[in-house]
């Protein structure tokens, strides 16, 4: 009977990914392993800012592909935008932080 109740509460963990997991993205690879690779530093950085991670990730996607990135970095939002073609990542991280870039001029 013990292992019954044992078994019951392994069941009932909840599974946090730390892994990056691509929702939505029409980048090209190059471009998209590098915001994902930027996105994850700066978040596990400013683990506890999520506005400066978002600054972060804006700036240096502004220096790297031209400007005009936008940035949200948050948890239990939604969101509709306009973007420019091949230019939007959405992911999330850590279990549920989730991470929007796109470039909109």
Known sequence: MADEGEGGKEGEKKILHVYPLVKHS????????????????????YSSN????????KETMDKKFGIYWHVVVGEGFG???????????YLFFAGNLAIVLWKCS
Do not use: G, P, W
């Open 50 to 57: 999520y506005e400066q991670a978002a600054k972060i990730i």
């Open 26 to 45: 029409d980048m090209n690879e190059e471009m998209r392993t590098e915001a994902i690779e930027l996105s994850i530093t700066a978040c596990e950085k």
């Open 79 to 89: 969101f509709e935008v306009s973007y420019e073609t091949e230019n939007i990542l």
